[in-house]
């Protein structure tokens, strides 16, 4: 999912944050929603589709305010429907909250009878509007904001990136891995306004400054009075998702210093070192597998071509939620280039495989397309074990690394060869501690345990 924050009297807040959705539509393009604040009335609207199926300049002015959260979703927890879109908007003591979520509890089962317990209405079947209603809870037990906030989250097990809105300012949080990333970017500086995101990219469409991440286990809050920070976890230990820097975020997002792209092209040469090969062409599968097409190409010589043109009004078709619908998407999205491909051989090069359905169709196509031989190269390790962390790679049983070699899976896709980038090698290009991601679908090592029963429902 994408969430965004901002909290900057006098602006537009509502079609500020509308961009800041556009920019992190990649996250989720199932639903959006946007919630304003306007003193203690809040005016809320979010549906299914797009950013720009949901919204329009009349929504967009009917939501005024000084305060505005988004969301984009990407269903991990709960199913695809309207009443699960976020915010998710709950009333306190104190006041109404909307909280936007980004990743997945993995203790929602204990969470869930904790709150019936106490006659919660769930409205809703997702994690995101159980953490809300964990912070009513604990408002309701007499705490206030901070700390009714800090108390719900050591409720919370797993990946939590979230952006909490109030009447009175706006709340960044990170769970004490940091699992899913979050920043905070400055908006002008008279005053200082401020602004929440998922990734850098969505600072930048609205001309906001990178400021800093919101830190593993931190919580800020923003107000009339500025910014303040609570480092509320005894035990951050940083693990962000490598799936981020891979795939998931955008490849103009900036983490650690850098762009996603440049790690990406790093890959690239690493996977070329790694396993070279003998071919005319190399090319990327747009867009994902594009930055480490390019490295793949600087580091081997072998030129760089565009081998597939993608359709760029067809989404991702992996975020769509059916098997069917990902079997129809991907004949939509690709096109090979026969003239480029005839009579070649092919170096074709993606971040990842995940169940080998795109990989399939995509190398049958290319051979149909008179490419003499077909050469696999993959800039991550064979996915092996599913995410509980809000990635929705499936249950262990539809990923074609958990019980296939990588020999199997070749032979499987029909290609010539096949290579996946070393563990070693992903982690590495990063530059930073290898000890400091999230690597649990090429490893099985989970950061965060997972409940058995959780357990049970994803691996074989
Ligand atoms: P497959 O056909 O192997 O299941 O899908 C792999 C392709 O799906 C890759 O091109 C990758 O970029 C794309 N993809 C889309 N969403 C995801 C995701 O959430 N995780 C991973 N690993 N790949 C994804
Ligand atoms: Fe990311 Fe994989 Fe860890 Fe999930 S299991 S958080 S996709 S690295
Ligand atoms: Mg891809």
């Given amino acids: 999912c994408g969430v965004f924050g901002i909290y900057a009297p006098g602006e537009d807040v509502a079609k500020l944050a509308y961009f800041g959705l556009y920019a992190l539509q990649h996250r989720g393009q199932e639903s959006a929603g946007i919630a ?46 309207k009443r699960n879109a976020q915010p998710a908007l709950v009333e306190t003591r104190l006041g109404k909250v909307a909280l936007a979520h980004n990743g997945n509890l993995v203790n929602t089962m204990q969470l869930r009878s904790e709150l019936l317990k106490d006659n919660c209405n769930l409205v809703t079947s997702t994690d995101s509007e159980m953490i809300a209603l964990a912070i009513a ?35 960044g949080a990170r769970d004490p ?112 597998g594009i930055p480490a097409a390019i490295g793949f190409s600087q580091s081997s010589g072998i030129p760089y071509v565009e081998g597939l043109i993608k359709n760029r009004y067809v989404g991702r078709t992996f975020i769509q939620p059916t098997q069917s619908m990902r079997e129809t998407g991907i004949r939509m999205k690709l096109n090979p280039l026969k003239d480029v491909l005839y009579g070649k051989r092919v170096v074709i090069v993606d971040d990842s495989i995940v169940r080998g359905t795109t990989s399939r169709k995509l190398v049958k196509a290319l051979y149909e397309a008179g490419a003499l031989e077909v050469h696999m190269r993959i800039s991550s ?49 990063t530059r930073e501690d290898p000890q400091s991601f999230c690597t649990a679908c090429f490893t099985g090592d989970y950061p965060i345990s997972i409940p058995e029963q959780v357990k049970r429902s994803k691996l074989m």
């Fill in 36 to 81: 304003t604040f306007e003193g203690e009335k809040v005016h809320l609207h979010k549906n299914m589709g797009l950013v720009s199926q949901v919204f329009n300049e009349s929504i967009l002015d009917k939501l005024s305010g000084n305060i505005a959260i988004g969301h984009t979703r990407y269903s991990t927890t709960g199913s695809s429907r």
């Fill in 381 to 429: 390790p064979p996915v092996t074990h599913p995410c509980f962390y809000g990635i929705d790679t499936d249950s262990q049983d539809q990923l074609i690394a958990a019980t296939k070699s990588v020999e199997d899976i070749a032979k499987q896709l029909e290609v010539d060869s096949l290579a996946y980038l070393s563990w070693q090698g992903m982690v590495e290009a």
């Fill in 177 to 288: 891995n940091g699992i899913r990333p979050l920043v905070i970017g400055t908006l002008g500086n008279n005053p200082v306004r401020y602004v929440l995101a998922s990734e850098t990219c969505g600072l930048d469409i609205i001309g906001a400054e990178y400021l800093r991440d919101v830190e593993p286990g931190e919580l800020v809050w923003i107000t009339e009075e500025g910014l303040a920070s609570f480092h509320w976890s005894q035990q951050p230990q940083r693990k962000l998702c490598i799936f981020e820097m891979i795939y998931f975020a955008r490849p103009d997002s900036v983490m650690h210093d850098e762009s996603l792209y440049s790690y990406r092209m790093r890959l690239g040469r690493r996977l070329a070192e790694e396993s070279p090969v003998d071919a005319d062409i190399v090319f990327g599968v747009p867009d994902s």
């Fill in 137 to 171: 809870q604990e408002i309701k037990a007499g705490a206030e904001w901070l700390e009714s906030c800090i108390r719900a989250f050591h409720r919370c097990s797993g990946a939590f990136s979230l952006v909490i809105g109030t009447a009175n300012g706006i709340m």
